[in-house]
Each structure stands twice: as structure tokens, then as C-alpha cells.
């Protein structure tokens, strides 16, 4: 008899589907045990094997070959019992939902791509089944028999704390057919409805997710990518100096590359969002649309040659944003226009036009599509976007708009930016100590002084990022000490 | 209501009690900036970044709740706790205008045109 198991408190289910779903606990019970017990099979196996191994040598005699194969026997007999169980439940579990006409079908991951998932619901509804009720929470989707019909779901998104949006239903449009606590679920015959929910809320999650995998794997490969270089260059330096040791060569590759396996699935995880979040963006007018490149490269050729267009690189500009919003309404001043900025912030594109006066902003935030949308609408544009920074720039006649009538906002950034720089480059730092250490055992001293060489330029650039944070530190809070509002 | 919430906020800034007051009536984000310009005659500009932080933190302490949330809009409407809150503020307000009534004679508070602010950009 398979194990009971209560419904766990996020589980909702509608009463009439109490039978179904019973056998369906029973059947995930009854798998859950025989993925236990397949452990228990695979030892039994091995046993097995190795009994007949040992008679088949003559190390084992046949009393005790007999009693390993009835033991092995034995030890496989709740497999198959379970396996009959499975069968038993899943036969039930058809009968049922012939008789009711009722479906159960669990989609763990449907929030994964919701564009797929609505498809999934229209297809079901073509071959008759309705969606009846839909645990958004576990991902179980409840279905009656129905007429065969083309009809189209729509899942929706809403903040926490709110209704489903009433306007969506009124006059018949949509049917509810559901809502969790930041979904809900809607459906409707017309192919293209006036008013339907947007896929903002989505997109918004979905690029979360993509700025997550995206940071984890930059700050990830710019640590080890760092380290990696250090430590190869100390192991080109020693080979050419001490001598050529092709066993230490091996070791150190092979560990470095150990270091780089995180990555794999951090690309992997990137991918599958990158690949969600294309569609989704077709599907709503995206508020998190940033400037792109309006110019073909034969254009931007072109205008290069003319003098018309200038690409600067900046990487660091984060660690001083003040310095780099000061720098592009310089240049805004001398008409050179912020046209976009590359794809990882790095570099700035700008077109030869008349002076303006535009206020630029970077603030940090990861909003919700509110946060966008009440910006543009304010008429700050978005220059640049990956989460949680974001560039915006406002045009004026006299007055520069204002983002933050209470920038004490800015110093919790500044002092976080203060702090992590210099620890994360001491430990950076310290790393190389080690190794600038170690170099001193080495035999002779060329070793010694390559070693430092290189580690010279790599200390002080970390010294000219520190102080660029903390002297942003001082800024800000020289700034804010001249406001009066309080929050 | 929370003694908590009257401790963090009261007295409060005025901003918060701007944004506040214009929730008389329910609106979203943008409409909230536009009826303060108005309201007050031009003398404070919401920054957007202030509105959707400290709609953000109301929020969060449930002063406001969320109204209707179409398309791109989400509209916001005050909870009891957040009229009760701006009603003791309005108080305390009040208090502050009577005290100033009662020492007019002395000081010249009337004559001073109030002038539509400067605001003061931070780093400029």
C-alpha cells in the first residue's frame, strides 16, 4: 500500500476533482518509492554480479551461490510489486477520467515560457478539454470534457496585493477562469481581444532572471578569468626563467580549468531565458526598451568618415556615475548626441548634431515595469538598461529635471560600491600576494622580479578602481549634506 | 493602528505628505506627479525616481494599496491605515498653523511671496 500523503499547504484543488486527484497522489507516492528502491535494485545488481563472478571462478561454493541468488531475488521482489502498483494506479487513473471526463495534467515550470504554455491550453481546448481550475502555485492544471472549440487562454500577471483587473471581464470579453496570488488565468473566443492583460509582468520576471545568470556569469568570469591570467602568466614566467616543468603545467591547467565548470550551467540557465525572453518581447510594447542603434554599418561608416560620429570606450564608468553623467551633458553640450550605448555598457556611440541641455541619471533599481513606465511617461528617456542599472537622460530648457527629490537614496549605492570595491580587490590581492610569496622560494630571483613586474600594473589598477569608489563615496555624501528634504 | 508606523513617519516629509494627500482620490504613478505640480502651484516637482520609491514603501507598510492594475497603469488607493496616518499628520499640521496664527503679530509672514522652488540638482 502506498504511503498517504497530505496536501501540502500551497496545493489547492477543486472538490470534484477529490477522486482524480487522490489516485494521482497515490501514483506520485508510489513513483517517489520506487526511485528510492531503484538505489536499493542497483546495490541488488551489483550483488548479483558479483555472486556469479565468484562462482563462476570457483571462489564461492554452491550453497552459498544459491543462497546470494535467492537473496538477490528476494530484494528485487518490492520492484516489481511497486512497478505492478504504478500500472494498477495508471489504469485507475484512465478509467476515471473517462467516466468523469476530467484531466490532470501537472506543468511544473509553465512560468518558463507562458507564450508556450498558452498554446498548450488553446491545443487542449481543440481537442476538447477545458480548462477547468489551474494551481498556479504547483503547476497542476485541472480539465473537463468539453465541446472541441477555438478558444484563447490568456495567463496574466498582477502585483501581490491586487484583484484580477475587472475591466478585462467586464462586457463579456474574458471568462476568469482563475488567479493565484500573482497570476490569473483568462479566456476568451476573440481571436484579438480590444483589452487584453499584457505580458509586461512576465517579460519584467523573465529579464530578472536573464540580469541575474547574466551578472553571476560576468562577476564569475571576471574573478577566475583574472586569477586564471595571473596564474598562467606566473607559470610562463617561471618555465622561462627557472626551468620547464610539464608535470606542474598539466596539474595547474587541469585545476584552473575545474574552476570554469560552474560556468556551464550558468550558461545553459542564461541561454533558456535569453530564449523566453525574445518572444515575450514581441508580444508586449516593451517598457524596458532601451536606445539601440538606429544606423547599419555601412551608414555609421559613412558618418564616421564625415566626422559625424564618435564611439568612446568607457568600462568603469560605474565606479564614479556622477563623473560619467557630467561627461555626457559635456558632450551633449558640445552637440555630440548619446545615440545608444553598446550591449554591456562599455561603450558610448555618439552622433554629431546640435548642442543640447539633457540631464542624464544612472540609478540603481531592478523595478517592476511601474518603475520604466512612470519614467518614460515623466519623459526621461532610457538610455541604457541591465539590471539594476539604468541610464536615463531628460532634455530641459532651464531648469534640469530632478529624478530624486531625495538623493540620500544614492548614498546606500555609494557606500555599498565604497566598501565592496577594496575588499573584493584586497582578497584579489591578497590571492596574488600568495603566489608573489611562493615566487621568493624559488630558486633564483629573475622568477622573483618577472613575477612582480606583473603584478605591478594589475595592484595599481585595483588602487585607481578603490579610490574611484570611495572618492564617489565622499561626493555623494558631500552632496547630500546641502539637501533639505527629508524622507 | 500601528504605533510603529506613527513613530517612522510622523512628522513627515514633505514629499510623503504630498503624495499622500493626492491619493484623495485613487491614481497611478504619473497622474500623482501631475497633481502635485498642480496642487501646489508649481512650487514642488515630484522626481519619479521619490514616487515610485516611496509608493514602493508605502506599500510595503500598507498604507496604500493597489487600486486596479490595467495595461500599464497601476492605480493606488489608500488603505484605513494610510488616512488614519495623513489625518494625524493633517493634526499635527493644523497645530502647527495655529501656533503660527497666534505669534503673527510679530513676525511678517503673509507679506513674502512664496516663490515656485528651486530644485536643487544634486551633483550640478
Excluded at chain 1, 361 to 380: I, M, Q
Aim: charged fraction near 25%; hydrophobic fraction near 45%; glycine fraction near 6%.
Amino acid at each position: 500500500m502506498p504511503m498517504r500523503r497530505k496536501l501540502s499547504p500551497h496545493e489547492t484543488s477543486p472538490s470534484s476533482f477529490e477522486p482524480l486527484c487522490r489516485m494521482l497522489k497515490k501514483r506520485r507516492a508510489a513513483k517517489t518509492m520506487l526511485f528510492v528502491y531503484l538505489f536499493v535494485q542497483a546495490l541488488d545488481i551489483l550483488l548479483f554480479v558479483f555472486t556469479i563472478v565468484a562462482f563462476a571462478t570457483g571462489e564461492m561454493e554452491t550453497a552459498g551461490f544459491v543462497v546470494g541468488v535467492v537473496f538477490c531475488a528476494l530484494l528485487t521482489v518490492p520492484t516489481v510489486a511497486l512497478i505492478f502498483c504504478m500500472r494498477g494506479i495508471g489504469k485507475k487513473i484512465r478509467a476515471l477520467e473517462g467516466e468523469s471526463g476530467q484531466k490532470i495534467r501537472v506543468r511544473r515550470r509553465f512560468e518558463r515560457d507562458i507564450l508556450a504554455c498558452e498554446r498548450w491550453l488553446n491545443g487542449m481546448h481543440r481537442e476538447g478539454d477545458a480548462l477547468a481550475y489551474a494551481d498556479l502555485g504547483a503547476g497542476r492544471f485541472f480539465f473537463i470534457r468539453a465541446e472541441s472549440a477555438t478558444v484563447f487562454y490568456r495567463i496574466g500577471s498582477k502585483p501581490a496585493d491586487a484583484p484580477v483587473p475587472p475591466e478585462f471581464t467586464e462586457g463579456g470579453r474574458f471568462t476568469e477562469i482563475c488567479a493565484s496570488e500573482r497570476r490569473f488565468i483568462l479566456k476568451t473566443e476573440l481571436a484579438d481581444p480590444p483589452l487584453s492583460p499584457s505580458y509586461e509582468g512576465e517579460l519584467n520576471r523573465a529579464l530578472k532572471i536573464k540580469s541575474r545568470a547574466a551578472s553571476f556569469l560576468v562577476g564569475y568570469g571576471v574573478i577566475f578569468g583574472v586569477l586564471a591570467a595571473l596564474i598562467i602568466s606566473f607559470l610562463v614566467s617561471y618555465s622561462v626563467t627557472e626551468k620547464f616543468d610539464l608535470a606542474m603545467v598539466i596539474v595547474f591547467s587541469v585545476l584552473l580549468s575545474l574552476f570554469f565548470i560552474p560556468l556551464i550551467p550558468g550558461i545553459l540557465r542564461y541561454k533558456r531565458v535569453a530564449r523566453t525572453v525574445k518572444p515575450l518581447e514581441g508580444a508586449c510594447d516593451n517598457p524596458f526598451a532601451a536606445l539601440s542603434p538606429s544606423f547599419s554599418p555601412k551608414e555609421l561608416e559613412k558618418l564616421k568618415k564625415e566626422k559625424k560620429y564618435v564611439k568612446k570606450i568607457r568600462f568603469f564608468w560605474l565606479t564614479a556615475p556622477d563623473l560619467c553623467e557630467r561627461w555626457l551633458e559635456k558632450m551633449e553640450g558640445q552637440g555630440w548626441n548619446l545615440a545608444w550605448m553598446g550591449k554591456f555598457g562599455g561603450s558610448f556611440h555618439f552622433i554629431k548634431g546640435e548642442p543640447r541641455r539633457i540631464k542624464y541619471f544612472v540609478d540603481y533599481h531592478d523595478g517592476e515595469a511601474e518603475y520604466y513606465s512612470l519614467h518614460k511617461d515623466n519623459g526621461w528617456t532610457l538610455v541604457y538598461s541591465a539590471r539594476p542599472i539604468s541610464v536615463w537622460s531628460h532634455g530641459y530648457v532651464e531648469q534640469p529635471p530632478v529624478f530624486y527629490n531625495d538623493p540620500q537614496i544614492l548614498t546606500r549605492h555609494a557606500k555599498a560600491l565604497a566598501l565592496v570595491t577594496p575588499i573584493c580587490s584586497a582578497l584579489l590581492n591578497g590571492a596574488d600576494a600568495v603566489f608573489f610569496v611562493m615566487s621568493r622560494f624559488a630558486k633564483g630571483t629573475t622568477f622573483f622580479w618577472v613575477s612582480g613586474l606583473i603584478l605591478l600594473p594589475y595592484i595599481a589598477f585595483l588602487g585607481w578602481l578603490t579610490q574611484r569608489c570611495i572618492r564617489y563615496y565622499l561626493r555623494v555624501r558631500a552632496a547630500i549634506k546641502n539637501i533639505k528634504y527629508k524622507m | 493602528m500601528n504605533k510603529k508606523l506613527i513613530k517612522t513617519y510622523i512628522p513627515m516629509s514633505e514629499t510623503f505628505y504630498y503624495i499622500l494627500l493626492s491619493l484623495s482620490e485613487p491614481r497611478h504613478g504619473y497622474g500623482i506627479i501631475k497633481y502635485v505640480g498642480e496642487m501646489s502651484g508649481g512650487r514642488l516637482t515630484l522626481g519619479s525616481g521619490t514616487v515610485y520609491g516611496t509608493l514602493s514603501k508605502m506599500r510595503k507598510d500598507n498604507l496604500i494599496n493597489v487600486f486596479v492594475s490595467s495595461e500599464r497603469k497601476t492605480v493606488y488607493k489608500l488603505t484605513d491605515d494610510g488616512r488614519e496616518l495623513l489625518e494625524l499628520e493633517m493634526a499635527r499640521l493644523k497645530q502647527v498653523y495655529e501656533d503660527t496664527q497666534k505669534q503673527k503679530e510679530f513676525f511678517n509672514a503673509d507679506a513674502p511671496k512664496a516663490k515656485p522652488a528651486r530644485n536643487k540638482p544634486v551633483f550640478v
